[in-house]
């Protein structure tokens, strides 16, 4: 019924297997292997309006692909040919980082993935991701914070606390652990002394605009330090085209690449919302894959020998539909891809079970039907790279998902 | 024992009046008169003549374009640049040694963007209202609409060109009338039509669809649907989104070639139309043209889960993150009994007693803290409003720009980042130090925060090593950022 897809590498399937076998396992001070000088990173990069995974990662081997989505399907010929993953998957020429760092073994694909969420709403979507609760409501933290309040008191990435990147701070990443914010923004700064006021009448006043303030003046000093030759970055609108989505890896890994940096970030980037006019391998959806494709590369040089210890993980609310709508663009669907990028990944694979594209395959006659579950993956990363028990995961992290296994062995 | 943190006095009236309903307070205002009556004082407001205007007989607002004039402008204006780019590739093609190339790539100037312009003169209609109005209740009103049926300039061109015109066209004649009518206006405004997608959705039976192949785009029937009118989880599902989405099917704006009527205004295409009878929550609606989906939008405007979907956002808006179930219900009722009767509600909002006894813990959205900042500081040097517009940027919301069509986020956690507040002090220093006049600190303060004021911020403010310091302490004061 389904086609397992082949890759050179262990299957999903097989990668279950061993998680499965595993999952008595409890917390494994892994973070902080004294031996091999390891000092793990997570980066998390939200891409917001759903992704058309089918155009990002083109399943160009199966016989139904170039039919459904037309003329924006990736197709391994022509003017801007995909980049061939596998003998079955290629990815968006837009994105030639991600296509070295994947024959590197440093970048995966786990297609055909979805949340929990089965509606089709950005915002709800967005909440059930960014959240990490099984359904939208009224959330006011994200699953990454408290991943990181649940570390060992005292430990190094808790104590250097997660980094939001962007004038306001995703959901994903709110919550009691503490967060430094920053942004590529050129506004004059007023100076120490008005600002040693401010947070003296904050302290008395107002603690949690307090907080806020001394961890946006921290962060600022840290990324602008070790700018010696006085240069700044200059903002090149916000984090919904490719320009700012570069600064904004550039400026998060000079902050993360410290010794004394936050381990844990998160980003958002805007625009994937593809409904007119969406273009294949060259257009609007290339022009934002190009974006985040810099992105990838800015963290691969910003964090220079730290790249070694880091995962980056791509995730979206959800996909859009499999067939093209009406004016050449995609509408709100379900299954799409979540992208892997580091030097701790275990790369060079595309981990599908993939449900296929005949009218009966899709999820409700439209959309790629999800085989895997996003919290599966994140689990896997937060266990691998933290050593965050399943049962943590699956209660505090993930409240109520003790079903959905991590996905285990993602990284080094 | 710790004293209970829980026994709050009631927040100052003037300053409920004044931040929690309006847009701050400027110097020469008399907090203690506007205490004595705080809802006679915003009542008056309400009842002003053609208050939710911007009015078009104020000289400084004569070069504004109507959305028409605005879209047509930016059509001929992208013709414009085609040539230049056609006329440049030429260029380019001819042999280097050609002597014409260069010199005619030189000879012709790059094409102004005629919508940044007009994207900037709106804004500064925009500002100048709100830096005049007393308080600004009616201001923060059209705000509150505006951002529900935003549009994002950054959508395209055309959308920059006309996002001033469509909020003056299709939000403020409604703003203190009827829901109903605000809600045809706007899905019928070309803006929101390009904006959401409709203008390319084709019925597939259509003769259009049938002929061109080409088909439905559900992006507007779901917006309606999730976010201008039901809300998210009351009830519909895909089928309706499905069905909206053939009945709104010929709502679209007029080409260039104004094929359809005339250019950049809003037309029903016939051709594009899905024929026939269409379901929307378990009601038939026959066949019929534009009306079909006109009688739809009127049932939806109407339905109690719209009802309660606006009264929940209009109390966070004004009252708190998590608003008193109390004055949701109120505002709900009010809503259905009035037949959604927006200066009903308006005034039910002043009345409600949450408005007046919840703390002010809501920190100003970006918008709301430049204009108040601009409205305590006066005149200044600078050039405006780039200069507003920049800052609300760096802040994170761009005017007419949110990042999707849920607009810009109405919850303090949103705002309250650390970035956020680094870059408000930021703002708030620059605004210092181009402020013409500072007078005393001690009576800008009175004016503007009043008795209410902390001991901890008026010595800050009255210790402060310069007149510009104490200034910008006051705009980071947690009495002048909460509302």
């Known amino acids: ?102 024959k590197a073994g440093q970048a995966a694909v786990v297609h055909a ?30 699953w990454l914070n408290r991943a990181l309040a649940n570390l060992p008191a005292g430990d190094r990435i808790a104590k250097a606390g997660g980094l939001a990147v962007g004038p306001s701070t995703p959901l994903v990443i709110r919550g009691a652990a503490p967060v430094l914010g920053w942004a590529p923004q050129a506004l004059p700064t007023p100076g120490d002394a008005l600002a040693e006021r401010v947070l003296d009448l904050y302290n008395h006043r107002d603690p949690v605009l307090a907080a806020a303030l001394q961890k946006g003046l921290d962060a600022d000093r840290m990324a602008m330090g070790d700018q010696l030759d006085g240069q700044t970055m200059n903002p090149k609108g916000g984090l919904g085209n490719a320009a700012g989505m570069r600064q904004s890896a550039q400026g998060a890994a000079r902050l993360m690449a410290a010794d004394d940096g936050p381990r844990i970030a998160a980003l958002a980037f805007d625009g994937w919302d593809t409904h007119v006019n969406e273009g294949g391998a060259t257009g609007r959806l290339a022009n934002l894959l190009g974006g985040l494709d810099g992105a990838f590369e800015e963290f691969e040089k910003g964090l220079s020998e730290r790249w070694k210890d880091t995962a980056i993980v791509a995730i979206t609310e959800f996909g859009r539909t ?22 701790a990944v275990k790369g060079g694979r595309v981990i599908a079970d993939w449900p296929g594209l005949k009218p009966a395959q899709l999820y409700d006659g439209r959309d790629l039907a999800p085989t895997s579950d996003v919290r599966a993956v994140l689990k896997g990363l937060l266990a691998d790279q933290f050593g965050l028990s399943a049962a943590v995961l699956g209660d505090k992290v993930f409240p109520e998902s003790a079903a959905v296994k991590p996905m285990r062995d993602l990284v080094m | 024992m710790a004293a209970p943190v829980s026994n709050p006095v009631p927040p100052d009236k003037a300053l409920v009046a004044l931040h929690r309903f309006g847009l701050g307070a400027r110097p020469g205002d008399e907090l203690g008169k506007i205490a004595a009556d705080p809802r006679g004082y915003l009542k008056a407001e309400v009842k002003q003549q053609d208050i939710t205007l911007i009015p ?38 001819q042999p280097a040694d050609d002597p014409a190339g260069p010199a005619m790539a030189k000879a012709r100037p790059a094409v102004p963007r005629i919508e940044a312009d007009i994207y900037r003169d709106e804004a500064q209609a925009r500002f100048d209202k709100a830096l005049a109005a007393t308080p600004g209740f009616v ?22 060109a006309s996002a001033g015109a469509f909020e003056r066209e299709a939000i403020r004649p409604f ?65 309706d989104v499905t069905s909206f989405a053939d009945m709104l099917t010929g709502w679209t704006m007029a080409g260039r070639e104004g094929r359809l009527g005339e250019p950049g205004t809003f037309v029903f295409n016939p051709n594009a139309h899905q024929p026939g009878e269409a379901m929307l929550l378990g009601k038939t609606y026959p066949g019929g043209g534009m009306g079909q989906a006109e009688a739809a939008l009127n049932d939806i405007a109407r339905h109690p889960a719209t009802a ?15 608003p008193p179930p109390a004055a949701v219900a109120r505002l709900a009722a009010v809503f259905t009994k009035t037949d959604g009767d927006l200066r009903s509600i308006a005034l039910t909002l002043i009345d409600l007693p949450e408005a007046w006894s919840a703390p002010l813990t809501k920190l100003l959205t970006p918008l709301d803290y430049v204009v108040a900042l601009r409205r305590a500081v006066g005149p200044s040097t600078g050039n405006e409003p780039q200069r507003s517009l920049r800052w609300l940027r760096a802040l994170g919301q761009p005017l007419w720009q949110p990042p999707g069509p849920n607009g810009f986020s109405d919850q303090t956690d949103a705002w309250a980042s650390a970035e956020g507040l680094k870059t408000r002090l930021d703002i708030a220093w620059q605004a210092a130090k181009q402020a013409n006049d500072i007078g005393d600190p001690d009576e800008t303060l009175a004016s503007l925060i009043g008795n209410s004021v902390s001991a901890e911020t008026r010595q800050a403010i009255s210790r402060a090593e310069s007149k510009q310091q104490s200034l910008a302490l006051l705009l980071m004061a947690p009495e002048f950022q909460r509302r």
């Not at chain 1, 083109?58 to 924006?72: E, R, T, W």
């Not at chain 1, 709800?124 to 006011?140: H, M």
């Not at chain 1, 499999?322 to 030097?343: P, Y």
């Open chain 2, 308 to 322: 309660r979907h606006i009264a929940n956002k209009l109390a966070r808006h004004f009252i708190a993150d998590d």
């Open chain 2, 56 to 93: 078009p007989d104020d000289p400084r607002n004569a070069g504004l374009l109507d959305s028409t004039a605005a879209i047509q402008a930016s059509m001929a204006a992208a013709m414009e640049r085609k040539a230049a780019r056609d006329e440049k590739a030429a260029v380019a093609m």
């Open chain 2, 175 to 239: 703003v203190l009338g009827r829901f109903a009518d605000m809600l045809l206006a706007v899905e019928h405004h070309p803006a929101m039509l390009f904006y959401l997608d409709n203008q390319q959705s084709i019925g597939p039976d259509s003769r259009a669809g049938r002929r061109r192949g080409r088909g439905l785009n559900e992006n507007l029937a779901r917006e309606i649907l999730e976010l201008h009118t039901l809300g998210v989880g009351s009830g519909y599902a895909q089928a």
């Open chain 1, 113 to 142: 993935a979805a949340t929990g969420y089965r509606d089709r709403s950005h915002f709800d979507g967005q909440d059930v991701l960014e959240s990490g609760l099984p359904g939208p409501g009224n959330a006011t933290t994200g």
């Open chain 1, 322 to 343: 499999a067939r093209i709508n009406g004016t050449v663009g995609t509408d709100h669907g379900t299954g799409t891809v979540v992208l892997l990028a580091g030097g």
């Open chain 1, 1 to 102: 019924m389904s086609l397992l897809c082949e890759t050179p590498n262990p299957s999903r399937r097989a990668v279950l297997m061993t998680g499965g076998a595993l999952f008595a396992w409890a917390y494994l001070p892994r973070f902080a292997r004294a031996a091999d000088n390891r000092d793990p990173r997570l980066i998390v990069i939200l891409l917001r309006g759903a992704l058309d995974g089918l155009s990002t990662v083109g399943p160009v081997g199966d016989p139904d692909y170039a039919g459904l989505h037309g003329d924006i399907a990736l197709s391994l010929s022509g003017a801007n040919p995909a980049l061939p993953l596998d003998g079955f998957f290629a990815v968006n020429p837009a994105m030639p980082v991600f296509a070295r760092l994947f």
């Open chain 2, 139 to 160: 201001e923060r009103l059209v705000g509150f609409w505006s951002n529900h049926f935003c549009v994002s300039a950054a959508k395209a061109p055309v959308v920059r």
